[in-house]
């Protein structure tokens, strides 16, 4: 279906990007009943949607303003979603974490501990009772942690369904359209510029994931998002081989680090498809599209190691994305106290599929004005202005 | 593994690959000449083993002594090691080009044909060349219809296959279908073999057909000439219908009958004009996908050529545009095996001269002139026979699209409708055609035709990229991938 650009020129609110941030944004948006118009550069989930795994994990988390925003996304999937999870394969399948030495297996045991003490749900798993939860699991391992919260979609029809939900609800979205400058009354932002024309709104939403920097600077202000490189290998489709979301401990250090080099930690997962999903790998090499032989050669070496029984097993393809990295791995959330009328909800890295239910649901709040349900404090866009300065 | 490094790697021994890997060496460069196939010989001059039936039998082959000369000049230049052939062999993944030494390397695995014997005695998993020629040929283009999913339901250039690999005839009663000059030797070779063929299905209206496709099928007329075809047609009475279609496949297990209909000029179905005939061999024969992943993976441009396949652009000497990398045969325009055989030989004597060889300015000019004369025909038989533009009007909402994910014509209408995917790329990512084992290899030309149509428009470069491009060029084991671990500094 394709909508005349001419619809939605005036809304409530405009979201600069159909990606799942601004797809779950558009939705809560037009279902606390504003007029929502989504404009897109490109195609539908152009970005870092369409080139991830779809997690929504609490399993890698810290406590902390993220894991706050983790606990509470989980509730918006959970509940404000509910009714929608079979369209987008929502599957709340569980991650297992395991430790491959005694030091790490130490260490998972103490992350646990604090998790626990944090709200997150975890059981630890001794080795032995590993291929209770994996049968084709490596018999080398040391320790594992379960945490049953852990879940799955598929992101590319979280997006689809979401804008579809938006548009039942009087939303346009028009893609290959993109911002190329605002419209500005005094320092307010009141409209945004399209090659395809002009579209006027109070409140403008800046989603553009791993671009949502570009898009401020279009505002003249500066919020540091910044790509951070992950390939991920797709084997040929299998019988049900892999039951959980499977990772190694050290995948929770490498997600905290702010390390500009390769890392590269097994991230082992089965998709409705039958497929099999091979991460992880992150590397700050800005926009590069070059395959990389030694990452994929590195996530097939870890994922024969977690699992003896892949080796045989055929890659078919592989994909890379850019996670939407900044500086401090928090996300940018909320309205920018420099350009009145203009939003983020940007930088979410890797977690960008699970927090973005969540994050939807507080900028619409946050445009109502009503008080939002977690402070956005900690999410500032403003927050780096004092460090560059 | 080996470190030996050759001036050109050529993929695909097919016409293309066999003529610039054999030019290649006489002109004294080192050649690695690289082959998914058990034989040369590629698609076309597909033929039964050598080994156990010899080399005498060249039934149903064009210009077969094209390809002896060109196997024994193969063998000549083997035996003098100016070029390492090697059979059975899958190349999956072209290394970026190094900096320092502007070289690339090769990812190779056991292609499908190895044996357990090739598994034991390892082929290199890498090679490294100086330059590259990439003649990856093309396969049979396949177009849904109800039905087309029952076993029996081949693409013609499969039933061909057959006749020539292992002379064997795919049923007793058959039907072929489909558009272009190429129909003709498929139907013909079934009726030689002993089938009965009950009729030719041709989508397009041919006046004073039988004199100007018959020609076209074999440029040069070498093999059976036209009034051949003609005859044979008519000793195996097979009949000819012009602007008929297969309308529906029907059977319970496998292919039982078929409908027909007579079709307008778009290849609209015309009510009234059914036709049901009792066969239990379908070939359909769409033209020819070429492929298109290794020059998408090294960064080639590409293009819609004008039979709507997505086509690797090159210069008039055979350059990609990528230094170093030429493209010979189908990839750069489906125009038969001649004038494949004359590309592949100008690219390699392109590579030459751009690596500081001599080379003869007339060899080039000729083949440039020889190039532009069977381009000039391919375009007019392309134009003769195009995929009639309604032909997504003949699909049922039950149709299935995409085999390997089992996804049907009314999941990419929901998909288009619904959730707004207004193009290849997003009906694929949304309902998952060309995501399973083939990797869009079957279906992605009709998804590009589907999604263009959906929105009422051309299908465009992009809608074709988006089926055509392939991260790994062929599936490879973790194993083969993980070995490579230990061998690359990170």
Redesign the interface.
């Known amino acids: 279906?394709?909508?005349a650009v001419e619809s939605g020129r005036t809304a409530d609110v405009i979201v600069i990007g159909a990606g799942a941030v601004g797809a779950a944004t558009a939705y809560f948006a037009a279902r606390a009943g504003l007029r929502v118009t989504v404009l897109d550069s490109g195609?539908?989930?152009g970005g870092t949607s369409?080139a991830c795994e779809g997690n929504i994990l609490v399993s890698d988390k810290e406590a902390g303003p993220e894991l706050d925003l983790s606990l509470y996304s989980q509730k918006i999937w959970r509940e404000d979603l509910a009714e929608f999870a079979d369209l987008f394969e929502f599957e709340s399948k569980g991650g297992l974490v395991v430790a491959a030495s005694e030091r790490s297996a130490q260490s998972l045991h103490d992350l646990t501990e604090r998790q626990r003490a944090s709200g997150i749900q975890v059981t630890n798993v001794p080795a032995n009772s590993l291929t209770d939860y994996e049968p084709h699991i490596s018999k080398k391992l040391t320790a594992g942690a379960f945490y049953p919260e852990d879940a799955q979609v598929q992101p590319?029809?979280v997006v689809?369904?979401l804008?579809?939900l938006a548009?039942e609800l009087g939303a346009f979205?028009h893609?290959r359209t993109p911002v190329t400058g605002f419209i500005r009354k005094g320092a307010a932002a009141i409209g945004v510029q399209t090659p395809q024309g002009d579209f006027h709104a109070p409140s403008i939403v800046n989603a553009a994931g791993t671009w949502a920097g570009n898009i401020a600077d279009l505002a003249g202000i500066h919020v540091p998002v910044l790509p951070r490189r992950g390939f991920v290998?797709v084997?040929?489709?299998l019988p049900v081989t892999i039951h959980h979301k499977v990772y190694a401990a050290e995948y929770v250090d490498n997600v905290l680090s702010s390390d500009a080099g390769?890392q590269t930690s097994p991230v082992v997962e089965g998709t409705d498809?039958g497929t099999v999903l091979?991460g992880s790998s992150r590397e700050r090499v800005g926009f590069d599209r070059?395959?990389s032989?030694?990452v994929?050669?590195?996530?097939?070496?870890k994922?024969?190691d977690l699992f003896p029984v892949?080796?045989?097993?055929?890659?078919?393809?592989?994909?890379h994305g850019f996670r939407p990295y900044c500086p401090d791995h928090l996300p940018v959330i909320g309205p920018d106290p420099r350009v009145p009328g203009l939003w983020h909800a940007a930088g979410h890295e890797g977690a960008g599929i699970g927090l973005s239910a969540g994050t939807g649901k507080l900028i619409a709040q946050s445009i109502i004005g009503i008080s939002t349900d977690l402070p956005l404090g900690s999410f500032a866009p403003e927050r780096f202005e004092q460090v560059l300065t | 593994m080996t470190d030996r490094v050759f001036d050109i790697g050529v993929i695909g021994a097919g016409p293309a690959g066999l003529a610039a890997a054999t030019a290649a060496a006489s002109v004294g460069l080192s050649v690695v000449l690289i082959d998914a196939g058990s034989q040369p010989g590629g698609q076309y001059w597909r033929h039964p083993d050598e080994q156990q039936v010899g080399e005498t039998d060249h039934a149903g082959h064009h210009d077969w002594t094209t390809f002896t000369t060109m196997r024994s000049a193969l063998h000549t230049a083997m035996e003098a090691g100016h070029i390492t052939y090697l059979p059975d062999t899958q190349l999956w993944?072209i290394?970026?080009v190094k900096e320092a030494t502007a070289r690339r390397t090769l990812?190779l695995t056991n292609s499908y044909t190895a044996g357990p014997e090739q598994h034991i005695a390892r082929r290199p998993t890498e090679v490294t060349v100086d330059q590259l020629i990439l003649c990856p040929g093309g396969y049979d283009r396949q177009l849904p219809v109800p039905g087309w999913d029952l076993p029996g339901v081949m693409a013609a250039g499969g039933v061909q296959a057959l006749l020539k690999g292992s002379r064997t005839v795919a049923g007793r009663r058959a039907i072929i279908a489909g558009t272009g000059p190429f129909l003709l030797p498929v139907a013909v070779g079934l009726a030689e073999a002993g089938a009965e063929v009950v009729s030719i299905c041709e989508a397009g209206a041919i006046r004073n057909w039988l004199p100007h496709v018959a020609a076209a099928a074999q440029v040069p007329s070498k093999g059976l000439e036209g009034a051949q075809y003609a005859a044979l047609m008519a000793k195996h009475r097979i009949p000819y219908r012009s602007r008929t279609i297969i309308r529906a496949i029907h059977g319970e297990t496998s292919v039982e009958a078929v409908t027909t209909c007579k079709v307008d000029s778009s290849g609209t179905p015309i009510a009234g004009t059914e036709r049901r005939y009792e066969v239990d061999v379908v070939g359909l024969g769409w033209g020819f996908t070429p492929s298109l992943e290794l020059p998408v993976m090294v960064g080639a441009q590409t293009r819609r050529d004008v039979d709507g396949s997505l086509v690797a652009v090159v210069d008039d000497q055979q350059r990609s545009g990528i230094p170093g990398v030429y493209i010979a045969g189908e990839a750069t325009g489906v125009g038969g095996a001649s004038m494949a055989v004359a590309e592949g030989k100008l690219a390699a004597l392109t590579a030459a001269a751009d690596s500081g060889r001599p080379i003869s300015p007339r060899d080039v000019s000729r083949l440039q002139h020889k190039i532009k004369r069977f381009r000039g025909f391919a375009v007019a038989m392309h134009t003769a026979h195009p995929v009639p533009e309604a032909w997504t009007g003949w699909l049922e909402p039950e149709t299935v699209v995409c085999r390997c994910?089992e996804v049907n014509y009314g999941d990419l209408c929901t998909?288009?409708?619904?959730?707004?995917?207004?193009?290849a790329?997003?009906l694929k990512?949304?309902a998952?055609p060309g995501?399973?084992?083939c990797?869009g290899r079957v279906c992605g030309y009709a998804i590009a035709g589907i999604a263009a149509s959906l929105?009422g428009r051309e299908p465009s470069e992009e809608d074709l990229r988006s089926q055509g491009k392939?991260?790994?060029a062929s599936?490879?084991?973790?194993?083969d991938?993980?070995?490579?671990?230990n061998e690359?500094?990170?």
């Open positions: 279906m394709t909508t195609p539908l989930a369409s590319m029809l689809a369904h804008l579809r548009r979205v893609t290998l084997t040929e489709p390769l498809s091979i070059t395959v032989l030694p994929l050669a590195a996530l097939a070496a994922a024969i892949l080796e045989d097993i055929k890659a078919i393809r592989h994909y | 993944l290394d970026p990812r994910e998909a288009h409708e619904e959730l707004q995917a207004d193009d790329r997003t990512l949304v998952r995501m399973g084992w990797q929105c392939r991260t790994l599936p490879v084991a973790l194993s991938l993980a070995a490579l671990n690359i500094h990170l």
